[in-house]
């Protein structure tokens, strides 16, 4: 079984890397292969609306997404990290989501089991984790595990013990899902 963590905050060493790669963790201990991978450093431009994925299923855009597809794809679980930037995802996290149009309509990620963190430096948390939960929904995926957690300057999640610890339980709760989810 394998799990992606996906951070999607420009900022380098930030709260929410921290957070993602502390639910990795938890996923890592429960007996899941896992992998970090940072939309952030990748080059991905956003969707054109061209359209032509409603007839290929495939993206034409040719950028760094492609990479991600394919770990999207191989992965069992697809935990998906964002601080907070005006009640939503960050923009990153947002191109990479409205980039997976193509596996909208042939359910590409049906049955695989999403997981979120979320990091805020004070609102904003609820709105965020929501709009997750409903594009996993949206993706015919179950949630399996999800984190939110407060923190301002760089580094202060680690003093935000509760989600620190929700973190490790997020990741083991999407090996369980995953597990519950296989016949």
């Given at each position: 079984m394998k799990i992606i963590?996906?951070?999607?905050?420009?900022?380098?060493?930030?709260?929410?890397?921290?957070?993602?790669k502390k639910a990795m963790e938890g996923a890592g201990e429960a007996g899941a292969e896992?992998?970090?991978?940072?939309?952030?450093?990748?080059?991905?431009?956003?969707?054109?609306?061209?359209?032509?994925?409603l007839d290929t299923s495939e993206c034409v855009i040719s950028d760094d997404m492609h990479y991600t597809y394919a770990k999207l794809l191989e992965a069992d679980g697809i935990l998906i990290g964002t601080p907070v930037y005006f009640w939503n995802v960050s923009s990153q996290v947002k191109i990479m989501i409205d980039r997976t149009y193509p596996f909208m309509w042939n359910?590409?990620?049906?049955?695989?089991v999403g997981g979120i963190a979320v990091v805020a430096r004070r609102a904003g948390c609820g709105n965020t984790y929501s709009f997750l939960v409903d594009y996993f929904t949206l993706m015919r995926m179950t949630i399996g595990g999800g984190v939110i957690g407060y923190a301002d300057q760089p580094g202060d999640i680690t003093k935000?013990?509760?989600a620190m610890t929700q973190a490790k339980a997020a990741g083991r709760a999407m090996v369980k899902a995953i597990e519950k989810a296989k016949p």
């Open positions: 963590g996906i951070i999607g905050s420009p900022r380098n060493n930030s709260n929410t890397e921290i957070l993602v896992i992998e970090i991978i940072d939309i952030t450093q990748q080059s991905i431009n956003p969707c054109n609306g061209c359209a032509l994925c359910r590409k990620l049906r049955g695989k935000d013990t509760e």
